[in-house]
């Protein structure tokens, strides 16, 4: 509650113009009343209003005292639930900022009576003025402070027996406080005096300031009429100075027009430096002239613009010849290169623009270099490049070396001159190459000539790189002879035009060995006795040589040409492939019959041999890439074009006996093998003349097309065995054939592992077999051992036997679609899927469905 109580102590207002009478007896009840009332917080809000009921009444109220006594017992006696207490436990706002109000005015020291006119008199009176917002909220501030502290005080009743000495505590303070305020009133009020007087004092010396700054200008009014007056006078005595220093140098100016002509005379006698000493007087004249005269130009000095020029030309021309002068006359180079460093420090007072004459000489020097080495333009003409290079490579070095032997020493440090020789030489080439190339497009041999000379000789140890030469030549960080786009230009150029020649030449070629296979003669051999053409060596001979030429300028342009090159040979396999097509085409139809067409053949054979060995010398840093691929699987089908060609020949040589092969006489003679025998042997007397690998590839094609028309003879049904003994014969011819073909092919040279004729010896298996009801497990094996075996083929055997019923031929190809479909064995080809089966004979059954 006493928390409740100071705060709302803080908004009480005492009553105004009230005195509070000091009754011991009412005293004595209120200090009753307000123990009853603490402590017991259901009669807090009660007590709190009948004090607030009490203060107001005088002495003579005591039965009301009394009366106001019993009802706070009654206040005492009601429940928690009955009290006036709010929710929380606060006491409502009304009654304890009644209490508070009245306790403060109850303790209140007591003081003289004042009516409300005497206390308003005793207020302070101010001015009439804008009011003042912090002076009231300083007020309620000191307010509230005071009531917070009442508060504190009157918590306890015990405390209300000191309140004398608050008071007087509280009248010292305020003393205090009075003092104080007073004291710094009284400093306040002093400095604003001093401050008072110091402005009064200042006021009276800017009042005499500003009268002396009249009079002051006043007077200088005065002054400033008088000088103009004297201003003719000033301007007689200015000309009379400059009379006076004209007379002076008069003698000295009478001599300036011989002067003039003097220097004129060393300038062309080339006597640089004694020209520059009078040159320098005249122009010392001119400017002492000028400053005396102030500022004026007399017509005597006209000429001397004239002849500065003049002697700048000199000197620009002496060091524009550089070279010679170095040579022949040293010393006007040192004299025109001082001349030019002397006047590179001048400094003059006259307005003149400064002559740059160290600069006009480095310009003389790099345009002389460039007049004497790309003054005149290259005619794009056959050869006019590689010999104005040629001549280039010995120039330059030369005149890098006279420049560093014979014209440094002549000139300051600080001109480098061998570096500005350098760097002019190689900006000079330079802008020449691009003009150059902009031109009509170069040739291949120009190209590669440009190419070789920019990016190995320019730099190389013939020029530039020499080690004559010290590190002020080195152009290694200047900007490139040619540029990227140049080098691509360049290389674009010489592949398109290499690209063109090879192609002719590669036509060229095979036009030539086209030419020879209508000859009467066999191909040539070689001293082993190989077919041998020179054909394949000029096409890789062509080829490698454009290759290795590359290789001496750049990885790019070899890349290039590589690439080039092999795509320009698959080509050319693509038109060998062609032209034989034509050659076969013509010899068959008799339009152009070749003697020796089979040994041509043979030869070509050959030639796809030695390009395929040799192709590898194209790449020649091993690194496989997809053009070389192109060009193994071109080769690949060369080869095996030619020997299709070549089995088509043996095919139509071999047609006659096959064409009457299985037969009886077959059965009872073996002559009829033999003649095949004899026609293959004889078709194959020139395979000997093959290189390896291609001849065993092209014996092993010959077997196995011998063989492959065996079985296509067997399959055509032409022979029906009789009876167990035909099938027997039929049995041994075919083991007599099979060993015959086997010893044939390995005289000619052929290993016995690559043979295809031990088929036959399977198929005896097959005919010699005595029960037919066995059928399933022979032709099971032979489904085994060739898995590309069909029905058809198995029934062209079973009809060769002639004993087999149709149950036994369905039991039989029953067992082919028994298992798993078996894979070939290892290294065989197939053979069966190239034998055309035997068309099956017609049913006679009306119903096909049923038949089935």
């Known amino acids: 509650m006493a928390a409740k109580f100071r705060e709302l102590s803080a908004n009480v207002q005492p009553p105004k113009g009230r005195k509070q009478p000091r009754d011991p007896e009412r005293q004595d009840m209120m200090q009753r009343l307000w123990r009853k009332s603490v402590g017991s917080p259901a009669v807090e809000g009660g007590s709190a209003q009948l004090c607030c009921k009490l203060w107001g009444r005088g002495p003579s109220s005591r039965p009301t005292l009394l009366a106001e006594e019993r009802e706070l017992d009654a206040w005492s006696s009601l429940r928690p639930r009955q009290s006036l207490q709010l929710e929380g436990g606060s006491t409502p706002p009304a009654i304890t900022q009644n209490l508070a109000q009245t306790l403060i005015w109850a303790l209140a020291p007591p003081g003289p009576k004042v009516d409300s006119t005497a206390k308003d008199k005793m207020q302070p009176s101010f001015p009439p003025g804008p009011e003042w917002p912090e002076q009231e909220r300083a007020e309620q501030l000191a307010r509230g402070a005071a009531l917070k502290w009442a508060s504190g005080i009157f918590y306890r009743p015990e405390q209300l027996a000191r309140l004398g000495q608050y008071r007087r505590r509280e009248v010292q303070r305020t003393c205090s406080l009075e003092a104080r305020i007073k004291s710094v009133v009284q400093s306040y009020l002093e400095g604003v005096k001093t401050g008072v007087c110091q402005l009064a004092q200042a006021l009276e010396a800017l009042q005499g300031a500003h009268e002396a700054l009249g009079q002051a200008h006043g007077l200088f009014q005065v002054m400033a009429e008088a000088a103009h007056t004297l201003e003719p006078l000033r301007e007689q005595f200015a000309q009379h100075r400059q009379l006076q220093a004209l007379s002076q140098l008069l003698p000295r100016l009478r001599a300036v027009p011989a002067a003039v002509a003097h220097t004129q005379t060393l300038i062309d006698a080339h006597q640089l430096l004694e020209a520059y000493v009078s040159l320098r007087e005249l122009e010392q004249l001119q400017e002492e002239t000028w400053a005396s005269l102030g500022g004026l130009e007399l017509p005597v000095f006209e000429g001397l613009g004239p002849l500065a020029e003049a002697l700048g030309q000199a000197v620009e021309m002496a060091v ?48 002389s270099l460039d007049l004497v080495h790309f003054g005149t333009p290259l005619v794009p003409e056959p050869g006019a490049l590689a010999g104005w290079l040629e001549a280039l490579r010995v120039a330059l ?107 002719q030449w590669l036509k060229k070629a095979l036009d030539g060995e086209t030419a020879e296979w209508g000859r009467e003669q066999e191909p040539d051999t070689d001293p082993s006795g190989f077919y041998y053409s020179p054909m394949p060596a000029i096409v890789l001979q ?137 026609r293959t042997k004889r078709f194959c007397r020139n395979f000997c003349r093959v290189r390896n690998p291609a001849f065993q590839v092209l014996l092993a094609e010959t077997e196995r097309t011998v063989v492959l028309q065996y079985l296509c003879a067997l399959m055509q049904g032409r022979l029906v065995c009789r009876g167990a003994d035909e099938r027997n014969l039929a049995a041994e011819r075919l083991q007599h054939d099979a060993a015959q073909l086997r010893d044939l092919f390995l005289h000619l040279g052929l290993e016995e592992g690559v043979q295809c004729a031990p088929v036959l010896l399977t198929l005896r298996k097959l005919l010699n077999l005595r029960d037919p009801t066995m059928l399933g497990l022979e032709v099971a094996s032979l489904r085994q051992q060739f898995p590309d075996v069909s029905e058809d083929h198995v029934s062209a055997l079973l009809d060769l036997r002639g004993d087999v019923s149709q149950e036994q031929r369905l039991a039989a190809l029953s067992s082919l679609q028994d298992g798993v479909q078996p894979s070939p064995p290892a290294g065989r080809r197939a053979l069966f899927s190239l034998v055309p089966a035997p068309t099956p004979a017609p049913s006679n059954c009306i119903f096909s469905g049923m038949c089935v």
């Open 542 to 678: 062509i080829l490698e040589e454009n290759i290795r030429v590359t290789s001496l300028v750049s990885e790019s342009l070899q890349r290039r040409v590589q690439s080039m090159a092999l795509s320009e040979l698959e080509t050319f396999l693509r038109s060998f492939n062609d032209a034989l097509i034509r050659f076969s085409r013509d010899h068959v139809r008799k339009e152009a019959v070749a003697p020796h067409y089979v040994s041509y053949l043979l030869a070509a054979l050959n030639h796809q041999s030695a390009l395929g060995s040799s192709v590898s010398v194209l790449q020649p840093d091993g690194v496989a890439s997809g053009a070389l691929t192109v060009v193994q699987a071109s080769l690949d089908e060369l080869q095996r074009r030619i020997c299709r060609l070549v089995l088509e020949a043996l095919l139509a040589e071999l047609q006659p006996p096959f064409a009457t092969l299985p037969s009886r006489r077959w059965l009872s003679s073996p002559e009829m093998l033999e003649d095949v025998c004899e």
């Open 397 to 503: 070095p030369t005149e890098l070396a006279t420049a560093e032997a014979l014209i440094a020493p002549c000139c300051p440090p600080h001109y480098k001159v061998v570096q500005l020789w350098a760097q002019t030489l190689h900006s000079g080439l330079r802008r020449s190459l691009q003009q150059f190339l902009e031109g009509p497009e170069l040739g291949a041999t120009d190209a590669f000539t440009l190419l070789h000379w920019a990016l190995h000789v320019y730099p190389g140890p013939e020029m530039m790189g020499s080690l004559e030469l010290g590190p002020e030549a080195d152009v290694s960080q200047l900007e490139p002879l040619l540029t990227l786009e140049n080098i691509e230009q360049l290389e674009a150029t010489f592949v398109s035009q290499v690209r063109a020649n090879v192609v």
């Open 320 to 367: 524009g010849a550089a070279g010679q002068l170095a040579r022949e006359d040293p010393a006007l180079l040192v004299a025109a290169v001082r001349v030019a460093e002397v006047e590179a420090s001048r400094t003059t007072s006259l307005e003149q623009a400064p002559r740059d004459w160290r600069q006009r000489c480095l310009r003389a020097l790099e345009k």
